[in-house]
Every structure is written in C-alpha cells, then in structure tokens.
C-alpha cells in the first residue's frame, strides 16, 4: 500500500519570503499522481498543484511550484511571495494511475502554515 | 462550472440514529469520492463511485454505505450512529477514475 509522509505539522513564514513544505511518499507503482491541496479555514479542499510521474519537468502554478525527484520519492511544495491568504493546511496527495478500478487519493497529516505579517 | 456541491453543511444527529448526506459532482464528472476527515486519522477515503458502480471501497464498517444516481449525484448514509462517526465528509468529483479530483465544502457531521 501507498503511503504519504509530511514530516513537518507546522511552519511559519513572513509575508513576502518563501517557503519549502516537504513530503515524500512510498509507492512500488512507476505511474501515478502527486498533488498539492490547501486546505484554509474554510474547510473547502482547493487544488494547488499537480504533477505526473512520469513527466520530468517540475509543474508550476504562478507562486507555487514542486521539487519533484521521482528516485528518492520526494516531491516538495515552493511557496513564492507569500501571501497571508495561503495560511492553511497543505495536504500532500498521491493517486495511482492504474486503469483498473478506481484509485482514491492517499493523503499525507499535513503542513499548517502560517503567514506573519 | 459550478464545483462541487454537498448539503447540508452542518448536521447534528444524536447516537443511534441515521444520517444521508448528499454530493452533486462537478458536471460531466462521472466518478464521486467520500473522504472522512477528523483530527485523529486524518483523511481516510470511504468509497468511490463510477458510472452508479462502487469501483472501490476503503476500510469502514457496514454502517457506512452509498450510491450513485444516473445523473452522477451521490449519496451516503451512515446508520446508527456512534460518537466517533464525528467528522468532516468531504466529497470529490472526477471526470474518470484516475484524474484530478475536485472537492466540496464538506458536511460538519457532530454525533451527540
């Protein structure tokens, strides 16, 4: 079975710096999904990023990007600029790719960040 | 599009009881997830439904059940309830079964 390890339950960051959240993952499969959620206040699950495996490159979304480095199954969130609206939960996510059945996403605890103005 | 929907946002229920919770996915998303979040085990995945067929299951007891209608909303109920089914449900929508799933707001489950 999958599993998914955020080794870090709190960070905190000054507005405008950048951030690093960690998380790396223990898997067999060769193809699947890694994800980035956020999870504010609010309780609404929001997707911040995604990537595939089997792709290379890092994925970027504006501010956010991934340190993705497929061998040694780490895949980390960069948080640009920050700003005090992405003080939340990170939830880091991992879905098969399998096309047999339906795979659910496995979750990491999560990182809660903080924002200081 | 409209995201994600789940009614209600808040439930109160006493133990023993019964709950249905309801999940109406993104539209031309086929397959609904449920996901329990609580403070203790995190997100813990419930079961997913495809096309009105449930494709895979996680590890909860018989209490917790759900379906799919033809028009991809999804339901779930949990029957007699125990002060530990306390929690958030989260509902997820996919276009197929291994893509990017998308969340709702959630439904604030509190068993007394």
């Known amino acids: 079975a999958q599993t998914v390890t955020q080794s870090q339950p709190e960070m905190s960051v000054q507005e405008a710096e950048t951030v690093t959240l960690s998380c790396t993952y223990d898997t067999s499969e060769s193809d699947y999904y890694l994800f980035w959620y956020k999870q504010p206040p609010s309780r609404q699950m929001i997707l911040v990023i995604r990537?595939?495996?089997?792709?290379?490159q890092n994925a970027t979304e504006n501010r956010f990007s991934v340190n993705f480095q497929k061998a040694a199954k780490s895949f980390s969130l960069k948080i640009s600029d920050s700003q005090l609206g992405d003080a939340a939960m990170y939830f880091c996510?991992?879905?098969?790719?399998?096309?047999?059945?339906?795979?659910?996403?496995?979750f990491g605890k999560g990182t809660r960040l903080s924002v200081i103005a | 599009k409209a995201g994600v929907t789940q009614t209600p946002r808040y439930l109160i229920k006493t133990r023993g009881q019964q709950v249905t919770l309801s999940c109406s996915p993104i539209?031309?998303?086929?397959?609904v997830s449920w996901y329990q979040q609580t403070p203790g085990q995190g997100l813990q995945f419930l079961f997913e439904y495809f096309s009105e067929t449930q494709r895979n299951k996680g590890n909860f007891p018989g209490r917790f059940s759900g379906r799919q209608f033809s028009n991809s909303r999804s339901e779930m109920n949990v029957s007699t309830l125990e002060l530990g089914d306390s929690a958030l449900y989260l509902c997820a929508s996919s276009i197929g079964g291994t893509d990017t799933q998308y969340f709702g707001p959630g439904t604030r489950l509190t068993v007394l």
């Open positions: 996510a991992y879905r098969s790719a399998q096309w047999v059945g339906n795979t659910p996403l496995v």
């Open positions: 990537q595939e495996a089997y792709k290379q």
């Open positions: 539209s031309g998303h086929r397959s």
